[in-house]
């Protein structure tokens, strides 16, 4: 009976793995990025490369330009800075979408635009919807590969028996299978935990998404009735009649920031600007601690008295913290840089489980014919080798791209993504075509486009790696230093591979002697 169920595990556990590998490494792999979203924001839209020490910011002098900025029945936002986005912003909903304003927060003078999605507005939307925005399609993905991983890391558990044995072993076995299921092992009980608290969390944030039935039934008006009973959210509505100025918003910020016992704010916001009942949201910062608290103080935005404060429930702050926890936006660089370690441990996790697959099935499939193997060869290159191509070439396309850059109606920003997406789709391809050696390709390419990202933003920015660190600019001189890490690391696997390759090929001209006598 134990032996049949723990087979009924294996069974699961593989095919599991085969069938949402890729879309896993997807969401891993951006994942992996988002823990530093707002650093990639910075080397790749130089106009943020700020310096910002934490300093008070008097924001008063805004008002007036945040009320000619935004349109009169939209509410405006002055979003405030912090050591990971130094630049002060005022968004509003334009005609165009979501638009925003940035300024230097020492001297509150404009900046140049941020032209990129890069961080925070590509890879964290990728992360949770894959940009398919269409019924949900891509939150439903990430869904489904959140409750995946769930299911790979019990049956994992379950169907490795001597778990703790194999955390020690990793035998440098002249077959590849046996060194992937080793480093598939080890990869598996380091990040157990973290994965699965991950994917756990992922899928606990979008509840109200998956289960909405439960939202319809416990809360009156479905998911605004959810949205303001949970969050005790509160509103009052427009007059439509004239209202006095508005009243000094730093006073709002000093009044808050002593309630909550020094915290400073992250977003100050204004409702109905110019009328009657205009009102003024403050929220706390999402730095200090691991939930992402969302208890703000809402005042009357003429006279700054307190119109009502926000009290969290305990269900929701449960919620809260699963999602700071998921999110990782807090200000502590030890767990930051543990997240991105562990994050790129579940990647190799990934790779490791879909090769082993390949390697472990190859010779059955040649001897019987079947081309599985070749196909799933293929997809797994372009699946997670062409993520990390991908990715690199966004970076590389930002780099090169002048300023205001358009091309067949489509913005800079646009182009970085065709870019992204153009490199994606290639790699398929060549991992079609180049079976065996697409691996090693894929390694020297990602190693060259790894160095030429940092020459380029030495050449384009000025800000080489010594430079940025001396000037402060730690978020440009960090990328620059993963990036070469990442060559060093591309370059000693393409090596290894191609060693390896050429082992094998001499191993099998020497089984055929009478064909090395014809040469």
């Known amino acids: 009976m134990g ?11 593989t095919w599991s793995g085969l069938v949402v590998g890729l879309l896993l490494f997807a969401i891993f792999w951006t994942g992996t990025l988002c823990v530093f979203d707002r650093e990639i924001d910075r080397w790749m839209n ?13 924001i008063d002098g805004l008002r007036e330009e945040a009320g000619r900025l935004s349109p009169r029945t ?3 936002a002055i979003v405030l800075p912090t050591s990971r986005d130094p630049a002060l912003w005022i968004g509003y909903r334009g005609r165009g979408g979501f638009e925003r304003t940035l300024f230097d927060p020492l001297t509150l003078k404009p900046v140049a635009p941020a032209e990129s999605w890069a961080g925070t507005r590509f890879f964290f939307p990728f992360h949770h919807t894959l940009h398919l925005r269409m019924w949900n399609l891509g939150t439903w993905l990430t869904g489904l590969a959140g409750v995946a991983m769930m299911v790979l890391c019990i049956s994992g558990v379950i169907i490795h028996r001597k778990i ?10 002249r077959q590849p299978h046996r ?12 990040g157990f935990v973290f994965y699965f608290i991950m994917s756990f969390s992922g899928v606990t944030i979008l509840a109200s998404v998956y289960y909405p039935s439960g939202v319809w039934v416990a809360f009156e008006g479905g998911r605004s009735g959810y949205v303001r009973d949970t969050y005790d959210v509160f509103s009052r509505p427009r007059l439509n009649q004239p209202g006095p100025p508005l009243g000094s918003l730093d006073a709002m910020v000093a009044t808050a920031r002593e309630a909550w016992g020094g915290l400073n704010p992250g977003l100050v916001r204004v409702f109905h600007h110019g009328d009657r009942n205009s009102y003024v949201e403050v929220r706390p910062s999402i730095e200090a601690e691991v939930a992402m608290r969302t208890d703000p103080f809402f005042f009357d935005a003429a006279t700054g008295a307190v119109l009502y404060r926000t009290y969290i429930r305990e269900t929701s702050q449960v919620q809260q913290f699963l999602t700071g926890l998921h999110f990782a936006q807090f200000r502590h660089w030890t767990l930051r840089w543990l997240y991105f370690a562990l994050g790129l441990l579940g990647c190799v996790l990934i790779v490791t489980g879909l090769l082993f697959w390949i390697e472990s099935r190859r010779k059955a499939h040649a001897a019987a014919g079947w081309k599985g193997v070749g196909f799933v060869e293929g997809l797994t290159v372009g699946g997670t ?31 970085e993504i065709w870019v992204f997406f153009a490199a994606w789709v290639l790699s398929f ?91």
């Open 3 to 13: 032996a049949t169920f723990r087979e009924s595990m294996g069974w699961l556990h």
């Open 46 to 58: 130089p106009s943020t490369r700020l310096v910002y020490a934490g300093e008070p910011i008097a």
């Open 74 to 76: 939209a509410p405006w």
């Open 164 to 173: 703790f044995v194999d955390f020690f072993t990793l035998r440098r076995s």
């Open 179 to 190: 060194l992937l299921l080793d480093l598939h092992n080890t990869t598996g009980t380091l």
């Open 385 to 415: 080798g062409g993520m990390v191509l991908a990715t690199l070439a966004f970076f590389v396309a930002n780099r090169l791209l002048p300023s205001g850059a358009t091309f067949m109606g489509g913005a800079r920003y646009e182009l």
């Open 429 to 519: 391809a060549h991992g079609w075509a180049r079976r065996g050696a697409a691996w090693i390709d894929q390694c020297w390419l990602a190693a060259g486009l790894c160095i030429l990202a940092v020459i380029l933003n030495a050449a384009t920015t000025g800000d080489h790696v010594l430079q940025a660190w001396t000037d402060g600019k730690l978020a440009v001189a960090g990328m620059d230093l993963v990036l070469l890490a990442g060559a060093f690391a591309a370059t000693v696997t393409a090596w290894r591979l191609q060693h390896r390759r050429q082992g094998a090929a001499s191993k099998q001209f020497r089984h055929h002697p009478l064909e090395g006598q014809s040469s």
